[in-house]
């Protein structure tokens, strides 16, 4: 009876989550909360995702909490966050910070990020996290941003969203360094898009 009872108890929750994930990849509106800094609003990447979401018949509303120089920590303790998440009119929040390669940036994109998953299971919103890219002034950092991010997405159980990835992928297989703007750092408008192109690609996914 009790093995009987936990067998059904298993097939009911693998059910309803397999129909939360077919309602979200079948949904063709969503609410995205962006949180990040310049690398988020550098050639504005939420109205870029729109454009991108818009031409494959998706409706993507977005609002973008972004700032000079911001980790997820600041935003955190600025408290305007929290209200956001709270009012459950978003489907996924996105973090950003960078390009955190060292063990400060990867303890705040875990523990900050932490609070965040807390919050987002909360109240039913799903959590990703942004991977960006060191400038090109510290590329040889890239593999310390690549396992920082993938690392604190798999922690607390979030959305990885690997645009860092895509771009170390290319940037080595080209040796071109278009998707860097004139700073060496922020992204040049076709970075900005291919960014667009992965995050939407990847949240469809979920």
């Given at each position: 009876?009790?093995?009987s009872l936990f067998l059904f108890i298993a097939l009911a929750i693998t059910c309803s989550s397999l129909f939360g994930q077919q309602e979200i990849h079948n949904a063709k509106e969503f609410d995205i909360l962006f949180i990040?800094?310049?690398?988020?609003?550098?050639?504005?990447?939420?109205?870029?995702?729109?454009?991108?979401?818009?031409?494959?018949?998706?409706?993507?509303?977005?609002?973008?909490?972004?700032?000079?120089?911001?980790?997820?920590?600041?935003?955190?303790?600025?408290?305007?966050?929290?209200?956001?998440?709270?009012?459950?009119?978003?489907?996924?929040?996105?973090?950003?910070?960078?390009?955190?390669?060292?063990?400060?940036?990867?303890?705040?994109?875990?523990?900050?990020?932490?609070?965040?998953?807390?919050?987002?299971?909360?109240?039913?919103?799903?959590?990703?996290?942004?991977?960006?890219?060191?400038?090109?002034?510290?590329?040889?950092?890239?593999?310390?941003?690549?396992?920082?991010?993938?690392?604190?997405?798999?922690?607390?159980?979030?959305?990885?969203?690997?645009?860092?990835?895509?771009?170390?992928?290319?940037?080595?297989?080209?040796?071109?360094?278009?998707?860097?703007?004139?700073?060496?750092?922020?992204?040049?408008?076709?970075?900005?898009?291919?960014?667009?192109?992965?995050?939407?690609?990847?949240?469809?996914?979920?």
């Amino acid at each position: 009876m009790q093995k009987s009872l936990f067998l059904f108890i298993a097939l009911a929750i693998t059910c309803s989550s397999l129909f939360g994930q077919q309602e979200i990849h079948n949904a063709k509106e969503f609410d995205i909360l962006f949180i990040g800094n310049s690398l988020t609003y550098v050639n504005n990447l939420p109205q870029l995702i729109k454009k991108h979401a818009a031409q494959k018949g998706v409706k993507i509303n977005t609002k973008m909490i972004a700032f000079p120089n911001y980790a997820i920590e600041d935003h955190w303790n600025d408290g305007q966050v929290q209200k956001l998440i709270s009012s459950k009119v978003y489907d996924f929040v996105i973090l950003q910070q960078g390009p955190s390669s060292q063990s400060d940036g990867r303890k705040m994109l875990i523990e900050f990020g932490k609070k965040y998953s807390n919050l987002c299971k909360l109240h039913e919103v799903r959590l990703c996290y942004f991977m960006v890219w060191p400038s090109l002034n510290y590329y040889h950092s890239f593999d310390g941003v690549i396992k920082n991010y993938t690392d604190a997405a798999a922690i607390n159980n979030a959305v990885l969203l690997p645009v860092g990835q895509i771009w170390k992928d290319y940037v080595d297989s080209t040796n071109s360094t278009e998707y860097y703007g004139q700073d060496r750092f922020h992204p040049s408008i076709k970075g900005s898009q291919i960014s667009a192109k992965v995050i939407f690609e990847y949240l469809l996914q979920y």
